[in-house]
């Protein structure tokens, strides 16, 4: 739907002439409009809820002012709000979006595909809901996810909408609040472990081939930590797939660090990492090991306590804390943390966004790191060249990529990763590398083989323009 975008030609032709007000307005107009709409919300809730109902309503203005306000916007459709919107889904529930496949639909799941009304989708972002950012389960809640995942896609990559889908499968959930939610929208029962649940997922992937052709892109979302593995493990060499908080989320740290050498201009081998995980008790850790860089991904707020940070600030000029986990309560310390305790001296990235700090007379720009810099332009280069299967190569590619474009005014800024209003570049130059890649070793599937591949991935991406309702006028002989 255009709106008050319809030409009085266009609204005559489709019958709709007077249902609309008077008024024509461009699309500029409409985004000028849209703007002022999202700031008139105070919370940020509420400017989800407005703006998923744009997606509704008017598609193309939607990508628009998201692909064109990403900084503004992609921390209210993405973390940390969509988490919020995660947990509130049965109560801002207004219209369906994506598939929910159940347990009970074994046997049939082609055929719910089936129902989804778009046949050309390229790509699919699927959860469980198991492991909803560091929320934990949520069950058919998490439905969230892959539909701010793909609407990233593309804002982000210029993916068309149309060729992506969303997908929850609920096998129930362990959350006890929510199997208590009079408002919950899934299965009230307890997760399906096991050989069952095994099966279904093994159904799920058969299926969206035979729906939608082998090269079908599926990105695995959120499942716990023991089904995530375990499915990369066995579906990466049969299918198209990838997990985005494995594989993901490993590329946009890789490009990060990569970036942080040309800073302390030191080599990654002279560093010692140390990632906080496993249940350790990390102040005695960060003690004995005297870490130049720590990473935090454990979904554990507030891990990095002031003393850990301090030390890190003792042990090395330049030290890098990461604290990726989503949303912002479960970040291991905040940007402002970060550098006050370490007096200035760190370099600083987290999952979720954190304003810029001003720390004695001096203002420092934290870097997000989160996949969203690397999956939406891996996605595309995927697509456009048929790649069957994803390796670890494909995201080391990304990783350099993205951590090339860093410019050295941003470094200076304590930029890790280049500027948020810029990430569309990012996901062009990834998918550009990737392609490069895929036809020089002979894993793309897309023929013949463009000789300017940037420019044949353009050709490709989603156009924000409205299209005309008048059919052309052919030229045709009077007899
Ligand atoms: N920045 C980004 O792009 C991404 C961030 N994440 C975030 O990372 C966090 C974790 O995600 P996953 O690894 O998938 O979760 P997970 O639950 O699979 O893994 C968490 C790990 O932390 C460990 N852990 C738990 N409690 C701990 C404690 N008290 N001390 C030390 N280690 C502890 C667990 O043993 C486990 O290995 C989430 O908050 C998620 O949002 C995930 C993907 C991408
Ligand atoms: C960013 C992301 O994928 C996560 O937090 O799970
Ligand atoms: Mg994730």
């Not at 969206?208 to 930590?225: M, S």
């Not at 554990?300 to 002031?306: C, E, L, Q, S, W």
């Not at 052309?472 to 002989?477: A, T």
Request: include cysteine; glycine fraction near 8%; aromatic fraction near 10%.
């Amino acid at each position: 739907m255009k709106g008050m975008a319809f030409t009085l030609e266009e609204r005559q032709i489709l019958g709709i002439h007077g249902l609309i007000p008077p008024r024509f307005k461009t699309q500029d107009e409409q985004l000028e409009l849209c703007s002022i709409s999202v700031e008139r919300y105070q919370e940020d809730l509420n400017k989800y809820i407005y703006l998923m109902s744009l997606q509704d309503r008017n598609e193309k203005l939607f990508y628009r002012l998201l692909s064109e306000n990403v900084e503004k916007l992609m921390p209210i459709v993405y973390t940390p709000t969509v988490g919020l919107a995660c947990q509130k889904f049965g109560l801002i529930y207004r219209r369906p979006r994506g598939l929910f496949i159940t347990i009970y639909d074994k046997g049939h799941i082609y055929d719910i595909l089936r129902n989804w009304p778009e046949a050309d989708v390229r790509a699919i972002v699927v959860t469980d809901g198991e492991r909803i950012l560091g929320l934990g389960d949520l069950g058919s809640y998490g439905m969230g996810i892959p539909v701010g995942k793909l609407a990233l896609y593309t804002a982000l990559a210029g993916i068309k909408p149309h060729q992506c889908l969303p997908i929850t499968l609920d096998v129930g959930t362990n959350n006890e609040e929510l199997l208590k939610d009079p408002l919950y929208i899934g299965l009230r029962q307890k997760r399906v472990t096991g050989k069952e649940y095994d099966d279904f997922i093994d159904e799920f992937m058969e299926a969206v081939v035979k729906r939608y052709g082998q090269n079908t892109l599926i990105q695995f979302e959120d499942f716990g930590n023991h089904n995530a593995f375990l499915f990369l493990d066995k579906y990466r060499n049969q299918y198209c797939t990838f997990n985005d908080d494995i594989q993901g989320t490993a590329s946009v740290a890789v490009a990060g660090l990569l970036a942080t050498l040309k800073i302390t201009k030191k080599r990654l081998s002279d560093q010692t990492i140390l990632f906080q995980g496993a249940g350790e008790t990390l102040e005695e850790a960060v003690e004995k090991l005297k870490p130049t860089i720590l990473i935090g991904a454990a979904a554990v707020g507030g891990a990095f306590t002031p003393k850990i940070l301090q030390m890190m600030g003792k042990f090395s000029e330049r030290p890098v804390i990461f604290a990726l986990s989503n949303p912002t309560n479960k970040a291991e310390c905040t940007a402002e943390d970060a550098y006050i305790n370490t007096d200035g001296k760190c370099i600083f990235a987290s999952g979720s966004p954190f304003p810029p700090v001003e720390y004695k007379g001096k203002t420092y720009i934290p870097g997000q790191g989160n996949n969203s810099y690397i999956f939406p332009g891996v996605a595309l280069g995927v697509i456009c060249t048929g790649i069957h299967h994803i390796s670890e190569k494909v995201f080391l590619i990304a990783a350099e990529a993205l951590s090339s474009l860093v410019t050295d005014e941003e470094l200076k800024e304590g930029r890790l990763y280049p500027n948020l209003n810029k990430i569309t570049d990012c996901s062009l130059h990834i998918a550009t590398r990737i392609a490069e890649y895929a036809y020089e070793t002979g894993c793309a599937s897309t023929y013949p083989e463009p000789k300017d591949k940037q420019a044949f991935i353009k050709s490709q991406l989603y156009n924000y323009e409205y299209s005309s309702a008048v059919p052309p006028v052919y030229k045709w002989p009077n007899n």
